[in-house]
């Protein structure tokens, strides 16, 4: 893993409403006097693939909206290995609001971009604005969801299950491209430490599906969903 060495631009008069997630991310439940104010507040910030948002324990300054790429939220174990619990995608709200401390670290998976907001400012403009408030706690109860399923996938679902089940999840978290590619931003190692699984069983599981018609894998790191349907129910099976 790689220290940021952040890009950034101080662009306070570029208007929210020209954002690519500003259907999608929490800020835009605020009104325009709202997003005014955000707006002098915040910073665009690009990461490239591999380098660190926040290290887990670390003092919680800023916090930002994922306008494109992905996050992997990660923690460390006792033994020094990481732990991959989950993803963050465009959209998403990232960092510790309303607490001290990071409770797990973020770190790009693929090359990213931001727009960072000093914690403690954002945080009275969340107090100040209802709409913006319920937008972040929907959001919070959307990763309690997510969080809940993963616990479900490790403890009581087969590895075809859940291998389907993140298949789906990608699906459901991503936008396809021209030609229907769906981003895999995990490798292969990364997706079977997600889901409990070795490397072996997680490439064997995608050429299985891929043979069976499920899905197609034109590289390494994209897929295209042939049979939803049929994905769906592997996971459910």
Request: include cysteine; hydrophobic fraction near 45%.
């Amino acid at each position: 893993m790689q220290l940021r060495s952040p890009r950034t631009d101080v662009d306070a008069t570029t208007p929210c409403l020209t954002c690519a997630v500003r259907d999608t991310a929490a800020c835009a439940q605020l009104s325009l006097a709202h997003r005014i104010a955000l707006g002098s507040l915040r910073r665009s910030e690009t990461l490239r693939s591999g380098e660190t948002f926040a290290w887990e324990g670390e003092e919680s300054l800023v916090v930002a909206t994922l306008r494109s790429g992905v996050f992997k939220r990660s923690l460390m174990l006792s033994d020094g290995r990481e732990q991959v619990v989950g993803l963050a995608f465009p959209g998403d709200m990232v960092g510790r609001l309303f607490g001290a401390t990071t409770d797990h670290s973020l770190i790009a998976i693929t090359d990213t971009v931001l727009c960072v907001f000093p914690r403690a400012a954002f945080e009275r403009l969340v107090a100040a604005s209802p709409a913006l408030e319920h937008a972040l706690l929907v959001q919070a109860l959307d990763d309690l969801s997510r969080a809940q399923r993963q616990m479900l996938v490790l403890a009581r679902l087969s590895a075809p299950q859940r291998v389907a089940t993140s298949l789906l999840d990608l699906v459901e978290r991503s936008i396809a491209d021209a030609r229907g590619r769906i981003a895999i931003p995990l490798s292969r190692q990364q997706l079977g430490d997600l889901l409990g699984l070795s490397i072996e069983t997680v490439s064997r599981k995608l050429r299985d599906f891929e043979r069976s018609g499920h899905i197609a894998l034109p590289d390494y790191r994209s897929m295209v969903v042939i049979d939803r349907a049929g994905l769906a129910a592997i996971a459910a099976a």
